[in-house]
């Protein structure tokens, strides 16, 4: 029998039998905090349920754009289809907030992945733990190995990532690594699997900055149709990772929706109104948005990603911008090279640069480790910033003034 019919029956096998043995998706493990006193995740997917995106008009728009701060009305019509012929208006207004609250300044940092070991069985995944893939998982001297490499580019800020995999990957291994990169890099940033806000005080101790954590999908009913198995099957637990971080002591977290999983506005409106009962529950806290879209993985041709066209993707990054002033905004190498040259300093305040995201793969000549997903900008860091400053932008290696500053304008008398 050809090994592509082996594979195909395997598969069929394991989601057969994932489906006898999967817990309820919204109920906790045993190990997992409950933030019994927040309200957030439900004020989230109540907002989100309620948002019906056709209603909105073009006098809707009008009146939002029109509007000089924009609550989650606003923000609601601005996603909406009724706002794509306003689109370069959204952008003109964008722009200006973007250069009133960060200026001409274009941060950079890079990704390093240190482990790719899974426990999760999200199916559109290259990670996802029955992917055949080259698993590898870096020792304290090769994360440093790796992060000298990087630190000589010029780079200033490190974003450290691996599998969601607490055995292969925990979380005194991961404080480790924070502290090494410490001594390379003034700004470090975490994508690794949601923890208890103890373990995020630890990281912090450590020396990470801040948390990103992509919640995939809000739609709670999509969300487990994709996650059969593992930690990250659990729903609410994952919605609530930001909360725990800033509890934790986190000065900074991350949002994003994977768009072209579900219905990418719902999504996007969901994430943006994370963000923003966040930062309003937290106003000491420093909120930034990714906009990532769907990427072909290994060994799955089958996932087919919701149309989410580079027009819709500039869309959610203008709602954003105007809807969250202060917000940071992350274009990622998912993207083609021309569209993120042209929403940097437009929406977009950070950009990565030098990026692989196998493992291994800034020092050794061949990855110890497969890649979790096929990038679309594989510029280095040399030519990202050449491409900075032919729009007249500043390329910046890290945020810790502005984020200071931006700090104090968040205070509360």
Known sequence: MPKEINESILNEEILEDMKKKRVDHMKYMDDMEVLEDSTVMDQVISAMNQYDYSKYTAAQV???????????EEFAALLSPAADPFL?????????????HFGNSVYLFTPLYISNYCENYCIYCGFNCHNK?????????????EMKAIAKSGLEEILILTGESK????????GEACKIARKYFKMVGLEVYPMNSDEYAYLHSCGADYVTVFQETYNSDKYETLHLSGHKRIFPYRVNAQERALR???????????LGLDDFRKDAFATGMHAWLLQRKYPHAEISFSCPRLRPIVNNDKINP??????????????YRLFMPFAGMTISTRERADFRNHVIGLAATKISAGVSTGIGSHTEEEEQGDDQFEIA??????????????RGLQPVMNDYAVSYTHLRAHETP
């Open 62 to 72: 009008r009146r939002a754009l029109d509007k000089e701060e924009k609550g989650p």
């Open 88 to 100: 370069e208006e959204m952008a003109e207004k964008a722009m200006l907030e973007t250069r009133k």
């Open 133 to 145: 893939i080259k698993r590898a998982k870096l020792d304290m001297e090769g994360i440093e190995k």
């Open 167 to 174: 055995k292969m990957s925990d979380v005194k291994y991961i």
């Open 248 to 258: 934790g002591g986190m000065r900074g977290v991350a949002f994003a929706a994977l």
């Open 306 to 319: 919701m149309d989410v066209h580079e027009r819709q993707l500039l869309q959610v990054m203008l709602a």
């Open 377 to 390: 900008d594989g510029r280095n860091v040399e030519e990202v910033v050449a491409a900075i400053k032919e």
